[in-house]
């Protein structure tokens, strides 16, 4: 890795700075380890503990010199790893920690009830506005989820219950599952406004990758891990991402887009494929779970639907999977404005730097390692190809 993909350490860094740097990660590896003992008691606590920590650890892994070995000091790796246990997660920064639970109310109000306007950011690498504003997009996008999910247990009670008038109720309920998803969009496309392109490529992105993504494959070393006979080394350590989202693998089962069509490729992001399932395993386990059991019902909807041969409700539903490749197609937007061009941008001027041709492209990995473009391409192919004739 370069300067480019380390903000925290450029080049251009001077000695002293360098020194005060160094000089943080001293004071860490000198702090006592302090139990978790009294954590255990609360699922909030526990998932609180593993954020503070997994800043802690990127803070201390992403400035390190690109050559030398990544050991985690003793005082981060063991709650680390007790927290994650517990949890059940890897011990690396995931969605939950940048995203689904790093946000609080601007404003405190009567009810508690969180709102989009009225919400601000806990922890940052940074502290831009723009990495504020990267985080609370899909928090917004989360928020108005659950929406989603409500309509989705409606759906599935009308299924099992039935009724003279469920066509009725199914057509009314998938047309306005379409309005949410449609706002899912708008929420998530939103990240334009106050984030800038190559200031997340550059300055916010490169805090969020795992060992996983680390093109040198170097290992993280956690250290003291032989104090608790009842932890094992980690092996899945990718980093944050969106995939790590239940709410659009949830949209996929649901509307049963997961099981519509061929799987195109092994690492591709459908939720039936490697990539995704292995996604799963950074969720929080009641995520998880959640999704364990809609899989049970993944066709339920969409055969009702085929069986009934009824113009107004296979175009509701394809109202719904149609919302939702749009909403893929926002996703490709974000991914292109975000990553794609910065990266090119970036590949050019290294490339000019240095004399070499200008023209070589590279896979374009994710910050949980998944190739973007190509794993975008498959979610959208696959949306689409689940519309009913």
């Known amino acids: 890795m370069d300067s480019t993909q380390h903000p925290a350490l450029p080049a251009s860094l ?5 020194a005060n740097s160094e000089a943080w990660r001293n004071r860490l590896r000198e702090l ?9 008691q609360s699922e909030v606590n526990l998932r609180r503990a593993h954020q503070v920590l997994t800043y802690l650890l990127h803070f201390y892994v992403h400035p390190l010199p690109p050559d030398g070995e990544i050991r985690i000091p003793v005082s981060i790796s063991l709650p680390l790893l007790q927290v994650s246990a517990e949890l059940q997660i890897p011990p690396v920064m995931t969605y939950g920690d940048d995203v689904m639970y790093n946000w609080t109310l601007k404003e405190p109000t009567a009810d508690g009830v969180p709102t ?6 806990q922890a940052s690498f940074t502290g831009a506005v723009d990495e504020e504003a990267f985080y609370l997009a899909p928090v917004r996008v989360e928020l108005r989820g659950a929406e989603a999910l409500r309509l989705m247990q409606n759906m599935l009670d009308d299924l099992s219950t039935g009724s003279a008038d469920l066509r009725a109720r199914i057509t009314q ?15 998530l496309l939103s990240v334009r406004e106050d984030c800038n392109p190559d200031f997340f490529y550059r300055s916010i992105r490169p805090w969020l990758v795992g060992a996983d993504s680390d093109p040198a494959k170097r290992p993280w070393i956690f250290e003291g891990l ?11 350590l990718s980093g944050s991402s969106a995939a790590q989202s239940a709410l659009i693998q949830a949209l996929d089962i649901f509307l049963g887009i997961a099981k519509s069509g061929p799987v195109a490729d092994a690492s591709s992001t459908s939720i039936s494929t490697p990539f995704a399932q292995r996604m ?16 049970e019902y993944g066709r339920v909807l969409r055969e009702f639907v085929s069986g009934r ?40 001027e290294e490339a000019e730097a240095h004399g070499r041709d200008t023209g070589m492209e ?10 973007l473009a190509r794993l975008l391409k498959d979610f959208r192919e696959r949306t689409t190809s689940a519309l009913l004739p």
């Open 14 to 18: 001077s000695e002293e700075a360098k």
């Open 32 to 40: 006592e380890v302090l139990p978790i003992t009294d954590l255990k």
């Open 116 to 121: 989009s306007n009225n919400l601000r950011s």
């Open 173 to 187: 309920t998938l047309k306005a599952m379409t309005t949410v998803i449609k706002d899912l969009k708008d929420a």
């Open 226 to 236: 032989e104090r608790d006979p009842s932890l094992t080394a980690p092996t899945q």
């Open 280 to 295: 799963r395993v950074y969720m929080p386990r009641r995520h998880r779970v959640f999704l364990e059991q809609l899989d």
């Open 309 to 348: 041969k009824d113009a107004e409700l296979a175009e509701a539903y394809n109202a719904a999977v149609t919302a939702l490749k749009e909403f893929r197609d926002a996703h490709m937007i974000i991914i292109t404005l975000y990553i794609i061009g910065p990266s090119k941008r970036v590949a050019r």
């Open 362 to 371: 590279k896979e374009l990995k994710g910050s949980a390692g998944g190739d």
